[in-house]
């Protein structure tokens, strides 16, 4: 299995900025897709945005216009690029790979990273 070290989390006030990264230990763009994800207290894990192998994104809809993912496959890296941040972003935030293509579906290729908190306040 590969490792995910994500960082970039902090606190920002909203309209604010952040760019968060996932550092893998092996390639994670093999898989049909990456993905960050978000967990805040209460919630179930959801996924927030993905690219594919073939480089195309999709967001949720609260973040959609907002949120960019983006990748690095030299650098087994892929980032989220958050702009115009709200009080409900804030959460903790990973990276992995989704089994299905399925938005909804929660199951992942690898084992969960540590995350990388992220606190809007408003």
């Known amino acids: 299995q590969v490792q995910l070290v994500e960082s970039g989390g902090g606190l920002v006030q909203a309209g604010g900025s952040l760019r968060l990264s996932c550092a893998a230990s092996?390639?994670?763009?093999?898989?049909?897709?990456v993905g960050w994800y978000r967990q805040t207290p209460g919630k179930q894990r959801e996924l927030v945005a993905r690219?594919?192998?073939?480089?195309?994104?999709a967001y949720a809809d609260a973040v959609k216009g907002r949120f960019t993912i983006s990748r690095d496959n030299a650098k087994n890296t892929v980032y989220l690029q958050m702009n115009n941040m709200k009080a409900e972003d804030t959460g903790v935030y990973y990276c992995n790979n989704p089994v299905s293509p399925l938005w909804t579906s929660i199951g992942v290729r690898n084992a969960w990273g540590q995350g990388t908190q992220v606190t809007v306040s408003s």
């Open positions: 690219i594919s192998r073939g480089g195309s994104t």
């Open positions: 092996g390639s994670i763009f093999t898989s049909n897709y």
